[in-house]
C-alpha cells in the first residue's frame, strides 16, 4: 500500500524559526580571521589550508571564531568545543591513530538509530569535546533544499551543537557533527516538531535511501527516483529507525545507467533505470551532429578544438558490443546486444533517447572492503516494472530481507553472505532462475550436488525392483 502523509508539509519559514540575529551570524571580519589563532598548537592542520583548495580546517576555524564572540549565554555548548576537537585532531595526526573511543551507546527515545556515539579518550586535554555525539538527519529525495530550510537548522545547530556539519554523508545524511549526550532529545524534538524532518538510519538497520536528481532535472531519467525514494523510506520506518538486521543494509537508486548515485558500487540493494525496449534514434538530429550543426556531449568539452565530430571513431566504435553500424546513411542499433552503456545517449543526448517501457534492474550485494574486499552488485533482476505503490520491490525486498536475518553472522553484510553461501542459493531464495550474464569464472569443484526434485524418481528406491536389474 502507497504511503500518505497525515497532514500536509510544514513550510518552514526562517523568520519564525531563527535564533540569531545578523549581527551575531557576521560577527567578525575576514582580517580578524587571518589573524585568528585557536587555543592549540595545530602545525600539521594547518598544512592543510596551503594551496588553491577549499580547507575545512578554514572552515572549523571561522566557526571557532564566530563561537568566540557569541556570549556564553547564546550557546547551548562550550566556546571552545571546536577548538578542542581541532586540537585532538592534531593530537591524532601527531599519534597515528584516532582519540574517538566507544564509550557507550546513546540514542533518543523510541528510536535504536539516528545517533553515533562520540567520546573523546583524552577528555583531560580536551574537555569541550568529551562528549561529541554525531547525529544523522534524513536528507530529502535529491537533497533538495529551501534556503529557509537550511538557515533554520545551521540555527539550531550553532545553538545546540557545535556548528560543524557534512552536506552530505557517504548514505546521504545531513551529518551533524558534535554535541552532548544532554542536548540530544531537544534536537531531536525541534528537528521533528518545528523543522519536519526526521533522523537517518545508523547501526545495524535499514540507512537512508537515498536516489539521483531523476526526473526532477534530469532527461535521461527512466524511473521516478524521488517517489520511489520516499515510498521506501516511509514504507520501511520501523526498519530504519529500529535496528533488527545482522548489519547496515543500503538501497540507491539511480534514474539512468549513468548511475549518477554510484549504487552499484556502495548499497546492498541498487536500483537502476533502464529501458526493455529500442532506443529512441531521431536520424535528423544524427546528421545535425555529423553536419557539426549540434555540439556532441551537450557543448561538455566544448573547451579546445577537437576538429569535427566524427560519429564512427567517437560513437560507433566505441560501442562495448559492437550493436551500432551507419547503413546507408542512417544509424542503427541491434538492440538485442545493447548493455545499457548510455555512451552514445551521452554524446548526441538530442538524437538519442532511452526507450519508453521502462522501469528498473535491480541489483544486490556492493560492498566496501571489509572482509573480502570491496565488490560491485550482481545483476538479479535485469528488469522489473517500478509504478506506485511498488509492491513488486517490496515483496522481493522483503525476501531478501528474512533470508539475511535468518543466515547472516553478526556484522555480515548481504554481500559477504552472498559469498559466503553462493550466488545459486541467494537466486534459490528469490525464485529466480541463473543467466549466463552471472557466471564469473568456470566453475573449479568437480562435485554436482543434486537436489532430490531434480533426480529422476527422487532419493527413495525400491530394493526389489533394482535387485531385479542388479543381481546379487
Not at 390 to 414: A, P
Request: glycine residues 8%.
Amino acid at each position: 500500500m502507497e504511503f500518505k502523509p497525515k497532514r500536509p508539509q510544514k513550510e518552514i519559514k526562517y523568520e519564525e524559526l531563527r535564533i540569531y540575529t545578523d549581527e551575531e551570524l557576521h560577527n567578525y571580519s575576514e582580517e580578524e580571521l587571518k589573524d585568528f589563532k585557536i587555543k592549540h598548537s595545530i602545525p600539521m592542520l594547518e598544512e592543510l589550508e596551503k594551496g588553491p583548495w577549499p580547507s575545512f580546517v578554514t572552515d572549523a576555524k571561522r566557526e571557532a571564531l564566530r563561537r568566540k564572540k557569541l556570549p556564553k549565554d547564546r550557546l547551548m555548548l562550550d566556546q571552545d568545543v571546536v577548538d578542542d576537537l581541532l586540537g585532538q585532531l592534531e593530537l591524532s595526526f601527531e599519534d597515528g591513530e584516532t582519540h574517538w573511543k566507544h564509550g557507550g551507546i546513546v540514542g533518543v527515545f523510541g528510536y535504536g538509530g539516528g545517533v553515533i556515539g562520540r567520546y573523546s579518550d583524552v577528555p583531560e586535554k580536551y574537555p569541550s569535546v568529551a562528549h561529541f555525539h554525531t547525529i544523522r538527519v534524513n536528507q530529502p529525495a535529491s537533497k533538495f533544499y529551501k534556503t529557509d530550510f537550511l538557515r533554520a537548522l545551521c540555527d539550531l545547530w550553532e545553538f545546540r551543537g557545535s556548528g560543524l556539519f557534512n552536506m552530505h554523508g557517504s548514505t546521504g545524511d545531513i551529518i551533524l557533527l558534535g554535541t552532548t549526550t544532554e542536548q540530544l532529545e531537544p534536537i531531536f524534538y525541534d528537528l521533528t516538531h518545528e523543522l519536519d524532518q526526521d533522523l537517518g538510519g545508523s547501526g545495524s538497520n535499514l540507512r537512508t535511501p537515498s536516489c539521483c536528481i531523476g526526473k526532477a532535472r534530469c532527461e535521461f531519467a527512466c524511473i521516478d527516483t524521488q517517489n520511489l525514494c520516499y515510498e521506501l523510506t516511509t514504507h520501511y520506518q520501523d526498519e530504519l529507525h529500529r535496528p533488527a538486521f545482522p548489519y547496515k543494509f543500503k538501497i540507491k537508486i539511480d534514474g539512468c545507467p549513468n548511475g549518477c548515485v554510484a549504487s552499484i558500487a556502495r548499497s546492498d540493494m541498487s536500483l537502476i533505470g533502464t529501458w526493455r525496449d529500442e532506443i529512441r534514434i531521431d536520424q535528423e538530429a544524427v546528421q545535425a551532429y555529423i553536419r557539426g550543426e549540434i555540439q556532441p556531449n551537450g557543448g561538455a568539452h566544448s573547451g579546445r578544438d577537437w576538429g569535427p565530430f566524427d560519429i564512427q571513431k567517437e560513437v560507433i566504435d566505441l560501442c562495448p558490443t559492437g550493436c551500432m553500424a551507419m547503413e546507408d546513411g542512417k544509424l542503427v542499433i541491434n538492440n538485442e546486444e545493447c548493455n545499457r552503456c548510455m555512451h552514445c545517449i551521452n554524446v548526441m543526448p538530442r538524437a538519442l533517447r532511452p526507450g519508453v517501457d521502462t522501469g528498473v534492474s535491480v541489483l544486490f550485494g556492493a560492498k566496501a572492503p571489509i572482509l573480502e574486499g570491496a565488490q560491485l552488485s550482481v545483476l538479479t533482476i535485469p528488469f522489473m516494472k517500478a509504478e506506485p505503490p511498488y509492491d513488486n520491490i517490496k515483496e522481493l525486498l522483503e525476501k531478501v530481507w528474512d533470508w539475511w536475518i535468518e543466515e547472516g553472522k553478526n556484522r555480515e553484510r548481504l554481500g559477504e553472505l552472498i559469498q559466503r553461501k553462493g550466488l545459486p542459493k541467494f537466486l534459490e531464495v528469490l525464485g529466480v532462475p541463473a543467466a549466463p550474464q552471472m557466471v564469473k569464472m568456470p566453475r573449479t569443484n568437480p562435485y554436482i550436488f543434486w537436489k532430490e526434485e531434480d533426480v529422476p524418481g527422487g532419493w527413495k528406491r525400491d530394493i526389489k525392483e533394482y535387485r531385479q536389474r542388479h543381481k546379487r
